[in-house]
């Protein structure tokens, strides 16, 4: 065991001084900016689902009446809606709070004046158990007196849908892209093998074994790919900084203070580890491809 765990020092030791070649450290900056896409396009679509989770967290539907429904009617509307085992919780507002409330919103207060009478009607504010909007919503809209049914998270659901069919995006860039990084890896090792190429012979003489000639090789291509990761980690990082500085501004607007958060702790490992596996990859099958070959070996085998 301590004769393995030495070999494999030495070869990682080998491995951290052919890293240092500007060859490996190109390698790595060409695998950073592009594990940067998919990465960086993953942390946004985390923070718009976290922020469609923490605005719109249950489903709640607007209930409108028309103006013209008598006070029969509105009650008559409201007791089903209380009735119904699908709703959480019914609140009535009136069309006179309603245009306080909305008198209240900066910058609609002119305009309220300006149009010298109510037009807003009177609603039902209905919380929902389940998330059966567009079942509830048709029967609600067949109630006495109703006029107009509207979900208010709709465009909640609709945006994680969205995210949904973006981060199936960002996985399958994921994939093109570390497709071309296994090659890029792949020509970077092959050309490492070739400049050895005295280096493996004499070993193959002396009687080295296969797996001690290649393993140098797959910690250089997991030092390159690891390397690319981090370089990955800092682009997003600093992306996201500068996002965010125009953001909170917006945010403020609004009264809120929203961010885009940097990658959790687990989903940093994860892309780095990622690209450590594909600079592992890509040294796999270089130096299988080459030394099967014997492209490095005709000398010695002769």
């Given at each position: ?10 070869a ?15 390698s790595?900056?060409v ?29 709640q ?106 981060r ?20 970077t ?7 050895q ?31 690319g ?5 800092i682009?997003?990082w ?11 501004g ?9 961010r885009?958060?940097?990658l959790?702790?687990g989903?940093?490992a994860?892309i ?24 490095p070996?005709?000398a010695?085998?002769?």
């Amino acid at each position: 065991m301590s004769a393995w765990l030495r070999q494999h020092r030495q070869a990682l030791a080998s491995a951290l001084a052919r890293f240092r070649k500007m060859t490996s450290l190109l390698s790595a900056l060409v695998i950073g900016v592009a594990l940067s896409l998919p990465a960086g396009g993953y942390a946004l679509l985390a923070g718009l689902r976290d922020m469609a989770t923490r605005i719109a967290p249950e489903p709640q539907v607007s209930i409108f009446l028309s103006r013209e429904a008598p006070p029969a009617q509105r009650d008559a509307a409201g007791a089903a809606l209380r009735a119904d085992r699908r709703v959480a919780d019914v609140r009535f507002v009136p069309r006179e709070q309603a245009l306080k409330e909305l008198a209240e919103v900066q910058g609609m207060g002119e305009v309220i004046e300006a149009l010298g009478s109510n037009p807003l009607p009177d609603a039902y504010l209905v919380q929902l158990k389940e998330p059966m909007l567009e079942a509830f919503m048709a029967e609600a809209g067949k109630l006495p007196g109703v006029a107009h049914v509207q979900a208010d998270t709709q465009w909640a659901a609709r945006l994680a849908a969205l995210a949904a069919i973006g981060r199936l995006a960002v996985w399958m860039l994921a994939a093109v892209l570390g497709a071309g990084l296994v090659a890029v890896t792949f020509n970077t090792i092959g050309l490492q093998v070739l400049t050895q190429r005295e280096e493996i012979e004499v070993l193959q003489l002396i009687g080295a074994t296969d797996a001690y000639i290649h393993r140098p090789f797959y910690y250089l291509g997991m030092l390159q790919g690891l390397a690319g990761g981090l370089v990955a980690l800092i682009i997003v990082w600093a992306g996201l900084a500068l996002l965010n500085a125009e953001v909170s501004g917006l945010a403020a607007s609004y009264g809120s203070g929203f961010r885009f958060a940097f990658l959790s702790a687990g989903d940093a490992a994860a892309i780095a580890g990622f690209a450590a596996l594909i600079g592992w990859l890509g040294a796999y099958l270089s130096v299988r491809r080459r030394l099967a070959e014997g492209e490095p070996t005709t000398a010695a085998r002769h």
